[in-house]
């Protein structure tokens, strides 16, 4: 089964500006466990590909939020995901066909259990 993991940056990642409590050390283990990973975020392109790599982590894909359709239309994925913070990662997530979790949420904390254990919950919106 392959899982596709989409990360807003700023108030969702532990490097965004500002910071948000998605550690690099879980997208490290998304990716160990074989998940396709990458950032759709309002942040440039260029500014997304430098913070992963200050950061020493290989991305699959950087978008612009907006851009999620075409994220899902580069992979075949079993799973399509995108975790965030605001209505309009929500918005974007949706109009993709990605589930969105919201993170700092109960089903956040659930879901990020279950995927370092290798089951992403289905890619239902």
Known sequence: MTNLISFDIDCT?????????????FVRAVQR?????GSCSDRPLSYQKRIWR???????????????????????????VHIGDTDVD?????????????VDTMEWREWSARVTQGDTGGSGG
């Open 33 to 37: 466990k074989g998940c396709i990973v």
């Open 13 to 25: 990642l532990e490097f965004g500006e500002p910071s948000g409590s998605v550690a690099i050390d």
């Open 54 to 80: 200050e950061h020493n982590v290989s991305v699959d894909f950087t978008a612009l939020k907006q851009n999620l359709d075409d994220v899902k239309a580069r992979f075949n994925a079993d799973s399509y």
């Open 90 to 102: 929500e918005f974007f997530a949706g109009k993709a066909g990605f589930r969105f979790i919201r």
